[in-house]
T-cell receptor, first 112, second 112 residues
Framework: KQEVTQIPAALSVPEGENLVLNCSFTDSAIYNLQWFRQDPGKGLTSLLLIQSSQREQTSGRLNASLDKSSGRSTLYIAASQPGDSATYLCAVEDTGRRALTFGSGTRLQVQP | NAGVMQNPRHLVRRRGQEARLRCSPMKGHSHVYWYRQLPEEGLKFMVYLQKENIIDESGMPKERFSAEFPKEGPSILRIQQVVRGDSAAYFC??????????FGEGSRLTVL
Protein backbone atom coordinates (compact mmCIF):
# COMPACT_ATOMS: atom_id res chain seq x y z
CA LYS A 1 0.00 0.00 0.00
CA GLN A 2 1.43 3.36 -1.05
CA GLU A 3 2.24 5.82 1.73
CA VAL A 4 3.28 9.43 1.21
CA THR A 5 5.09 11.45 3.85
CA GLN A 6 5.83 15.17 3.79
CA ILE A 7 8.45 16.91 5.85
CA PRO A 8 8.34 19.35 7.50
CA ALA A 9 4.72 19.50 8.63
CA ALA A 10 4.99 23.25 9.08
CA LEU A 11 7.48 25.90 8.06
CA SER A 12 7.76 29.61 8.78
CA VAL A 13 10.29 31.70 6.86
CA PRO A 14 10.97 35.39 6.23
CA GLU A 15 10.11 36.81 2.85
CA GLY A 16 12.78 36.33 0.20
CA GLU A 17 14.13 33.01 1.40
CA ASN A 18 14.57 30.03 -0.88
CA LEU A 19 13.02 26.92 0.58
CA VAL A 20 12.65 23.20 -0.02
CA LEU A 21 9.67 21.01 0.78
CA ASN A 22 10.18 17.28 0.92
CA CYS A 23 7.97 14.38 -0.10
CA SER A 24 8.73 10.67 0.15
CA PHE A 25 6.74 7.67 -1.02
CA THR A 26 7.10 3.99 -0.19
CA ASP A 27 6.29 2.30 -3.51
CA SER A 28 8.42 3.44 -6.45
CA ALA A 29 6.05 2.01 -9.08
CA ILE A 30 4.43 5.36 -9.69
CA TYR A 31 2.97 6.78 -12.88
CA ASN A 32 3.37 10.41 -11.88
CA LEU A 33 3.70 12.77 -8.94
CA GLN A 34 1.80 16.00 -8.53
CA TRP A 35 2.32 19.00 -6.24
CA PHE A 36 -0.71 21.03 -5.17
CA ARG A 37 -1.35 24.16 -3.19
CA GLN A 38 -4.32 24.49 -0.83
CA ASP A 39 -5.38 27.78 0.72
CA PRO A 40 -7.50 27.68 3.91
CA GLY A 41 -11.09 26.74 3.16
CA LYS A 42 -10.35 26.41 -0.53
CA GLY A 43 -9.79 23.70 -3.09
CA LEU A 44 -6.53 22.41 -4.52
CA THR A 45 -4.55 24.19 -7.17
CA SER A 46 -2.23 22.06 -9.28
CA LEU A 47 1.31 23.43 -9.31
CA LEU A 48 3.46 20.88 -11.09
CA LEU A 49 3.07 17.36 -12.45
CA ILE A 50 6.11 15.16 -13.02
CA GLN A 51 5.78 12.01 -15.07
CA SER A 52 7.69 8.98 -13.80
CA SER A 53 10.10 9.25 -16.73
CA GLN A 54 10.97 12.86 -15.89
CA ARG A 55 13.45 14.17 -13.35
CA GLU A 56 12.07 17.67 -12.82
CA GLN A 57 9.53 20.29 -13.82
CA THR A 58 9.69 24.05 -13.50
CA SER A 59 7.06 26.76 -13.39
CA GLY A 60 8.12 30.29 -12.55
CA ARG A 61 9.69 30.30 -9.10
CA LEU A 62 8.78 26.67 -8.50
CA ASN A 63 10.91 23.66 -9.34
CA ALA A 64 9.99 20.09 -8.51
CA SER A 65 12.36 17.17 -8.77
CA LEU A 66 11.66 13.46 -8.74
CA ASP A 67 13.97 10.59 -7.79
CA LYS A 68 11.74 7.61 -8.38
CA SER A 69 14.25 4.97 -7.35
CA SER A 70 14.72 6.49 -3.91
CA GLY A 71 11.07 7.44 -3.54
CA ARG A 72 11.63 11.16 -3.11
CA SER A 73 10.47 14.44 -4.54
CA THR A 74 11.33 17.99 -3.56
CA LEU A 75 9.53 21.23 -4.27
CA TYR A 76 11.87 24.21 -4.41
CA ILE A 77 10.38 27.69 -4.03
CA ALA A 78 12.69 30.54 -4.93
CA ALA A 79 12.48 34.02 -3.42
CA SER A 80 9.45 33.25 -1.27
CA GLN A 81 6.65 35.81 -0.95
CA PRO A 82 3.84 36.24 1.62
CA GLY A 83 1.40 35.17 -1.11
CA ASP A 84 3.09 31.76 -1.12
CA SER A 85 1.64 31.07 2.33
CA ALA A 86 -0.53 27.98 2.00
CA THR A 87 -0.47 24.23 2.54
CA TYR A 88 1.52 22.34 -0.08
CA LEU A 89 0.44 18.80 -0.86
CA CYS A 90 2.32 16.05 -2.63
CA ALA A 91 0.36 13.25 -4.30
CA VAL A 92 1.40 10.17 -6.25
CA GLU A 93 -0.48 8.20 -8.84
CA ASP A 94 0.47 4.55 -8.80
CA THR A 95 0.96 2.75 -12.09
CA GLY A 96 -2.29 1.12 -13.18
CA ARG A 97 -4.45 3.04 -10.75
CA ARG A 98 -5.82 6.55 -11.19
CA ALA A 99 -6.35 7.22 -7.51
CA LEU A 100 -3.95 9.71 -5.95
CA THR A 101 -2.34 9.04 -2.58
CA PHE A 102 -1.75 12.31 -0.75
CA GLY A 103 0.71 13.32 1.90
CA SER A 104 -0.49 15.29 4.91
CA GLY A 105 1.00 18.48 3.58
CA THR A 106 3.45 21.17 4.63
CA ARG A 107 1.90 24.35 6.03
CA LEU A 108 4.03 27.25 4.85
CA GLN A 109 3.95 30.71 6.34
CA VAL A 110 6.05 33.41 4.69
CA GLN A 111 6.52 36.40 6.96
CA PRO A 112 6.63 39.86 5.33
CA ASN B 1 -13.42 27.47 -19.67
CA ALA B 2 -15.03 26.96 -16.29
CA GLY B 3 -13.22 24.82 -13.77
CA VAL B 4 -14.62 21.96 -11.76
CA MET B 5 -17.86 23.14 -10.19
CA GLN B 6 -19.11 21.74 -6.93
CA ASN B 7 -22.32 22.50 -5.08
CA PRO B 8 -23.39 23.13 -2.53
CA ARG B 9 -20.26 24.70 -1.08
CA HIS B 10 -21.60 24.27 2.43
CA LEU B 11 -24.23 21.81 3.61
CA VAL B 12 -25.61 21.26 7.09
CA ARG B 13 -27.51 18.10 7.90
CA ARG B 14 -28.86 16.53 11.05
CA ARG B 15 -27.94 12.98 11.95
CA GLY B 16 -29.97 10.51 9.93
CA GLN B 17 -30.64 12.82 7.00
CA GLU B 18 -29.28 12.41 3.49
CA ALA B 19 -26.59 14.53 1.87
CA ARG B 20 -26.20 14.94 -1.88
CA LEU B 21 -23.11 16.59 -3.29
CA ARG B 22 -22.84 17.51 -6.95
CA CYS B 23 -19.84 17.90 -9.22
CA SER B 24 -19.66 19.16 -12.79
CA PRO B 25 -16.29 18.35 -14.37
CA MET B 26 -14.26 20.67 -16.52
CA LYS B 27 -15.41 20.90 -20.12
CA GLY B 28 -14.12 17.95 -22.09
CA HIS B 29 -13.26 15.85 -19.02
CA SER B 30 -15.02 12.52 -18.76
CA HIS B 31 -13.26 11.22 -15.64
CA VAL B 32 -14.38 12.26 -12.16
CA TYR B 33 -12.87 11.50 -8.76
CA TRP B 34 -14.15 12.10 -5.25
CA TYR B 35 -11.88 12.68 -2.26
CA ARG B 36 -12.65 13.31 1.38
CA GLN B 37 -10.67 15.51 3.76
CA LEU B 38 -11.51 14.93 7.39
CA PRO B 39 -10.65 17.71 9.88
CA GLU B 40 -6.89 17.90 10.41
CA GLU B 41 -6.29 14.97 8.05
CA GLY B 42 -5.06 14.55 4.51
CA LEU B 43 -7.16 13.89 1.45
CA LYS B 44 -8.31 10.32 0.97
CA PHE B 45 -9.45 8.83 -2.31
CA MET B 46 -13.04 7.62 -2.35
CA VAL B 47 -14.16 6.76 -5.89
CA TYR B 48 -13.25 7.14 -9.57
CA LEU B 49 -15.98 7.28 -12.20
CA GLN B 50 -16.39 7.64 -15.90
CA LYS B 51 -19.70 8.36 -17.57
CA GLU B 52 -22.16 5.68 -16.41
CA ASN B 53 -19.36 3.55 -14.92
CA ILE B 54 -17.71 3.18 -11.54
CA ILE B 55 -14.07 2.35 -12.23
CA ASP B 56 -12.59 2.20 -8.73
CA GLU B 57 -14.58 2.48 -5.50
CA SER B 58 -11.94 1.03 -3.24
CA GLY B 59 -12.00 4.09 -0.98
CA MET B 60 -15.74 4.25 -0.46
CA PRO B 61 -17.19 3.20 2.88
CA LYS B 62 -19.14 -0.01 2.38
CA GLU B 63 -22.39 1.36 3.73
CA ARG B 64 -24.40 4.57 3.28
CA PHE B 65 -22.16 6.05 0.56
CA SER B 66 -22.80 5.86 -3.17
CA ALA B 67 -21.67 7.74 -6.25
CA GLU B 68 -22.84 8.05 -9.82
CA PHE B 69 -21.86 9.90 -12.97
CA PRO B 70 -24.80 9.70 -15.37
CA LYS B 71 -24.65 10.17 -19.11
CA GLU B 72 -26.18 13.61 -18.68
CA GLY B 73 -25.67 15.91 -15.73
CA PRO B 74 -23.24 16.15 -12.85
CA SER B 75 -21.65 13.46 -10.78
CA ILE B 76 -23.45 12.90 -7.46
CA LEU B 77 -21.97 11.70 -4.17
CA ARG B 78 -24.78 10.54 -1.92
CA ILE B 79 -24.47 9.91 1.80
CA GLN B 80 -27.47 8.31 3.46
CA GLN B 81 -28.26 8.50 7.18
CA VAL B 82 -25.38 10.84 7.90
CA VAL B 83 -23.48 10.62 11.17
CA ARG B 84 -21.21 13.18 12.84
CA GLY B 85 -18.15 11.37 11.56
CA ASP B 86 -19.20 12.21 8.00
CA SER B 87 -18.47 15.89 8.66
CA ALA B 88 -15.67 16.72 6.24
CA ALA B 89 -14.75 18.54 3.07
CA TYR B 90 -15.58 16.52 -0.03
CA PHE B 91 -13.56 17.38 -3.10
CA CYS B 92 -14.26 16.45 -6.67
CA UNK B 93 -11.61 16.36 -9.38
CA UNK B 94 -11.76 15.75 -13.10
CA UNK B 95 -9.33 14.85 -15.83
CA UNK B 96 -8.90 13.56 -19.31
CA UNK B 97 -8.01 9.87 -19.46
CA UNK B 98 -4.47 10.54 -18.22
CA UNK B 99 -2.60 13.46 -16.77
CA UNK B 100 -3.31 16.24 -14.42
CA UNK B 101 -6.25 16.29 -12.04
CA UNK B 102 -8.12 19.53 -11.55
CA PHE B 103 -9.96 19.98 -8.29
CA GLY B 104 -13.09 21.87 -7.36
CA GLU B 105 -13.45 24.17 -4.35
CA GLY B 106 -15.03 21.40 -2.29
CA SER B 107 -18.30 20.87 -0.46
CA ARG B 108 -18.12 21.19 3.29
CA LEU B 109 -20.57 18.96 5.10
CA THR B 110 -21.44 19.58 8.72
CA VAL B 111 -23.53 17.02 10.54
CA LEU B 112 -25.26 18.28 13.67
Amino acid sequence: KQEVTQIPAALSVPEGENLVLNCSFTDSAIYNLQWFRQDPGKGLTSLLLIQSSQREQTSGRLNASLDKSSGRSTLYIAASQPGDSATYLCAVEDTGRRALTFGSGTRLQVQP
Amino acid sequence: NAGVMQNPRHLVRRRGQEARLRCSPMKGHSHVYWYRQLPEEGLKFMVYLQKENIIDESGMPKERFSAEFPKEGPSILRIQQVVRGDSAAYFCASSFFTGELFFGEGSRLTVL
